[in-house]
């Protein structure tokens, strides 16, 4: 696929990406995805490329590239293995609060976070709430200096592997302003991971429950003002979306292009399944979805690297993506007939990965009350 991007450096990057992800990427996926063995190395070896740290300022330790040149670095490692970008995304998420809100003492820690040794996690959603983030339970109280933090975080990706953990939880009253945000290490007793989730897809990279059994947090590991936290949390994910965005439109094209290459081959009636047009037409209305979702996609990021306000196209962006994913994996199930259906081929696992980029971040109902919302209540 041709694309433009805004300096030779980029291009680098796409190449060196495209390498790691032909190389270290599409060779593991199925075997890890079966097993639901995390992918700790892999990552590794992503970080010392230097690609968990990308969107973020090179003073700071990151990458300093533009966020249309992340998310197509994102689009490529989909395309090889979802789990792979997801916890990319996962991890630029989890950078998020201390990058833009943190202490100067806290930005110290920026190196560290972005050099691609250590894994992020971002811990919002909770068992009874994941759509309605304001009203959540999780408590932090004071004790002298430090925070005690009680309650329990649901669906967090790198939950029991990841290094730190940023917590959300209620330091004050009811409703949005009453959540702080609490940057976490992985070793701080009382914070106690689960056993992953057993997930229709993404096993690789399964969230787990974090539980927080009176967890003791420094004082100073508080992220931003007192009461900022459910504020810090909606910003990062606007960027987030951008990220799943990224990676549902990574999946759709790895899917289209397994679809187009089995339409050549595959031959009924003695000739090609692709000559048919009801087939032919299938991969057309496929490879324009594609198509427009990236543009939605990149049209979004330029948005946010222009410092332009992105939220709702953002929202666009995610929303759209993640349905064409959706609906381009299903459509590659049926182009390939019964062997779509095998494991033998990856368009099965692809259709089943595509399904959760529909609800992360806030589900695709969350995405339309954003939009509409900014239609109805300018
Ligand atoms: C694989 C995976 C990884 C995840 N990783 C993370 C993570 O790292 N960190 C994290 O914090 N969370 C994570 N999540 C949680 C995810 O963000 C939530 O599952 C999601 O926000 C939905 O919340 P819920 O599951 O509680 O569904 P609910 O909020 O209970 O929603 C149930 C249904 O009701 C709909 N609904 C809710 N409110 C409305 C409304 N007002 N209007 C119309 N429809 C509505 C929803 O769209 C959905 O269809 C992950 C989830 C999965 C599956």
Redesign the pocket.
């Known amino acids: 696929m041709d694309r433009i991007l805004p300096s030779d450096e980029a291009y680098e990057l796409l190449g060196l990406t495209r390498e790691l992800a032909d190389g270290e990427l599409t060779p593991r996926a199925a075997r890890y995805e079966e097993r639901g063995e995390f992918p700790r190395e892999v990552l590794r070896t992503i970080g010392a490329a230097g690609l968990l740290g990308l969107p973020y300022a090179e003073a700071d330790g990151g990458g300093g590239q533009p966020y249309e040149v992340y998310l197509q670095v994102l689009e490529i490692l989909a395309g090889s293995w979802l789990a792979i970008a997801e916890s990319v995304s996962?991890h630029t998420l989890s950078c998020y609060p201390i990058a833009t809100h943190g202490s100067e003492r806290q930005r110290k820690l920026l190196p560290d976070l972005l050099g691609g040794d250590l894994l992020g996690?971002?811990?919002?959603?909770e068992p009874q709430?994941?759509?309605?983030a304001a009203s959540l339970t999780t408590r932090a109280r004071r004790d002298g200096d430090d925070w005690i933090v009680r309650g329990t975080?649901?669906?967090?990706?790198?939950g029991g592997q990841a290094d730190f953990y940023n917590v959300f939880c209620r330091t004050g009253g009811p409703g949005a302003a009453g959540i702080s945000c609490l940057f976490v290490d992985a070793d701080t007793p009382g914070l106690l991971p689960q056993l992953p989730e057993r997930?229709m897809g993404?096993r690789a990279t399964?969230?787990a429950q974090v539980v927080l059994d009176d967890a003791r947090v420094a004082g100073e590991r508080l992220v931003g003002e007192e009461g900022s936290g459910f504020r810090i949390a909606m910003d990062a994910l606007d960027a987030g979306r951008l990220g799943i965005a990224a990676c549902a439109v990574g999946l759709g094209q790895a899917a289209l292009d397994y679809a187009v290459a089995y339409a050549r081959e595959r031959e009924q009636f003695g000739k090609p399944i692709g000559d048919f047009q009801g087939i032919g037409f299938m991969l057309a209305d496929m490879a324009t979805q594609v198509s427009a979702a990236r543009a939605l996609m990149l049209a979004a990021a330029r948005l946010k690297d222009a410092g332009r306000p992105f939220r709702i196209e953002a929202a666009k962006a995610k929303l759209f993506a993640t349905d064409v994913a959706m609906q381009v994996t299903t459509d590659a199930v049926q182009v390939l007939g019964g062997y779509g259906y095998v494991s033998d081929n990856p368009v099965e696992r692809w259709f089943r990965e595509a399904k959760?980029l529909q609800?992360?971040?806030?589900?695709?109902?969350?995405q339309r009350?954003v939009i509409s919302r900014s239609l109805t209540r300018p």
């Open positions: 996962v996690a971002y811990c919002l959603s709430g994941g759509s309605d975080k649901a669906w967090i990706t790198h997930t993404l399964a969230p959760v609800i992360v971040e806030g589900t695709n109902q969350i009350m």
